[in-house]
């Protein structure tokens, strides 16, 4: 008796919506679940994403972010490209866990990279679980070679004795707009054509955050977009996440973290999560000499022809996931 399988069959892309939430969401909550359960953490559930989220990854990706459907009209898969100027990357992506090993993750994987090359990134990175040789073999198969992981480190600190900290949400208009572009220039003099302005302003419109600036003798030392929004669904504001920071010299890296903690004390939230890339020694290190502890691991793949670029001096944190 023959056993019984799905049709294989799925349409795409086709552009995601904010109308297509529920159904990324459903499809993000069951893949992740079923990747742990394989990797023999039976007892994780993957929470759904709070929809603010997806949002923010929706309209900062546009024509990148793309879905695939079933014969149901169903999405069976998933994978949001997104660029900070020329650097690109991918992710969320998944694929629903009755269409795996189908061929399927391979076009979607294929078609966000041929999208970000068409779109001149130099730049095109993912990341992926260390722990599990399947994700990093069918990625590195796909022309993708491992570089350093990216730590996530998070510090309980204290809710008052922080100077008022410096917010790109405090400035009148003219003044935004000239720290947006302090905030491109300081960037792009760490990794030529990195640019987090997109985010930054994403970030302000959808009230997701605030980004922290640095200001020095010179202009912009450092910043720091954050948001304080819950990721899960559901759950409550517990802690602020740094996705991209910028600071000039070390001195301006701990003053951008200190700015970070200031704003967090200021919402009254205590817990600050920062993802340190590994190509940072000293700044990883300067963290855990502040109180920082680690709590997750995630490793940065890159796409040949299309490395990662690091600065010469300085600190650039950016970070490839939302």
């Known amino acids: 008796m023959r056993a019984w399988l799905p049709e294989t069959r799925v349409v795409g892309p086709e552009r995601a ?23 023999g953490l039976v007892g994780v559930r993957v929470p759904e994403l709070n929809p603010l ?39 969320p992506l998944a694929v629903r866990p009755d269409r795996q090993g189908t061929g399927v993750g391979k076009t979607v994987v294929r078609t966000a990279a041929d999208w970000l090359i068409d779109r001149g990134v130099v730049t095109l990175g993912l990341e992926t679980m260390p722990r599990t040789p399947e994700n990093i073999g069918f990625y590195a198969r796909l022309g993708f070679t491992p570089g350093h992981l990216t730590v996530t480190l998070t510090n309980e600190i204290a809710t008052r004795g922080h100077p008022a900290p410096t917010l790109l949400s405090q400035r009148a208009a003219g003044a935004k707009d000239a720290a947006l572009a302090a905030a491109r220039t300081l960037a792009g003099s760490l990794v030529p054509g990195c640019d987090f302005s ?8 959808l009230g ?50 200190a700015a970070v ?49 690091h600065p010469t001096g300085g600190v650039l944190f950016s970070n490839w996931e939302i």
């Not at 997109?198 to 419109?205: F, H, K, Q, S």
């Open 208 to 257: 997701l955050g605030d980004t922290s600036l640095v200001e020095g003798d010179d202009g912009l030392d450092a910043m720091a977009l954050w948001h304080s929004a819950p990721l899960a669904d559901s759950r409550t504001r517990d802690e602020v996440r740094v996705l991209k920071l910028a600071a000039r010299d070390d001195r301006a890296f701990e003053a951008a973290v």
């Open 53 to 91: 989220v997806w949002r923010y990854a929706l309209l900062g990706s546009g024509e990148g972010a793309m879905l695939w459907r079933d014969e149901h009209d169903e999405i069976a898969a998933f994978n949001v490209a997104h660029r900070s100027g020329t650097e690109g990357w991918m992710g």
């Open 261 to 309: 903690e200031a704003a967090a004390a200021k919402a009254g939230i205590r817990r600050v999560a920062l993802r340190c890339q590994t190509r940072f020694a000293d700044a990883f290190r300067r963290l855990i000499a502040r109180g920082y502890r680690v709590r997750w691991t995630d490793l940065r793949m890159s796409y040949e022809g299309y490395p990662e670029r």
């Open 198 to 205: 997109r985010e930054m302003l994403l970030t302000a419109e």
């Open 17 to 39: 919506t904010e109308r297509d939430i529920v159904g990324l969401n459903r499809v993000f909550a069951e893949a992740f679940t079923d990747r742990y359960r394989r990797d």
